[in-house]
């Protein structure tokens, strides 16, 4: 496996596990990221999953946020911008209970 990929593993199935294309909607499409973001309140790994998305640069709604609300809360809380990009989407981490992101490769990940 490449140095610049990050492997997390779940502890619990998402909730997002039943339709993972919800959660990759496009900026325009406010009626499909209120429904992802539902699905996210009450999902067991929520909070791993943002962490995840704050420390990787990932399209879509993570941990109940979208792209735009997690680059708020790096500015916020100083927490440096990622730069690289999704190789694969959530679907894939549903079969396996893995994902992979890439990083930004000068960061200490």
Same mark, same amino acid.
């Given at each position: 496996? =490449?140095?610049?990929? *990050?492997? =997390?593993? $779940?502890?619990? =199935? !998402?909730?997002?596990?039943?339709?993972? @294309? #919800? +959660? +990759?909607?496009?900026?325009?499409?406010?009626?499909?990221?209120?429904?992802?973001?539902?699905?996210?309140?009450?999902? =067991?790994?929520?909070?791993?999953? $943002?962490? +995840?998305?704050?420390?990787?640069?990932?399209?879509? &709604?993570?941990?109940?946020?979208?792209?735009? @609300?997690?680059?708020?809360?790096?500015?916020?809380?100083? #927490? !440096?911008?990622?730069?690289?990009?999704? *190789?694969?989407?959530?679907?894939?981490? &549903?079969?396996?209970? *893995?994902?992979?992101?890439?990083?930004? !490769?000068?960061? @200490?990940?």
């Amino acid at each position: 496996m =490449p140095a610049d990929l *990050t492997v =997390p593993v $779940l502890h619990a =199935p !998402p909730a997002c596990a039943g339709d993972p @294309e #919800l +959660f +990759f909607p496009m900026p325009s499409q406010v009626v499909q990221i209120a429904a992802a973001k539902r699905v996210c309140e009450g999902c =067991p790994v929520r909070r791993d999953c $943002l962490a +995840f998305a704050l420390t990787h640069a990932v399209h879509g &709604i993570w941990g109940g946020t979208t792209e735009a @609300e997690r680059a708020q809360i790096q500015r916020q809380h100083g #927490l !440096p911008r990622r730069v690289g990009w999704s *190789t694969g989407h959530l679907a894939g981490a &549903i079969d396996s209970d *893995t994902y992979s992101t890439t990083t930004d !490769p000068t960061s @200490e990940d």
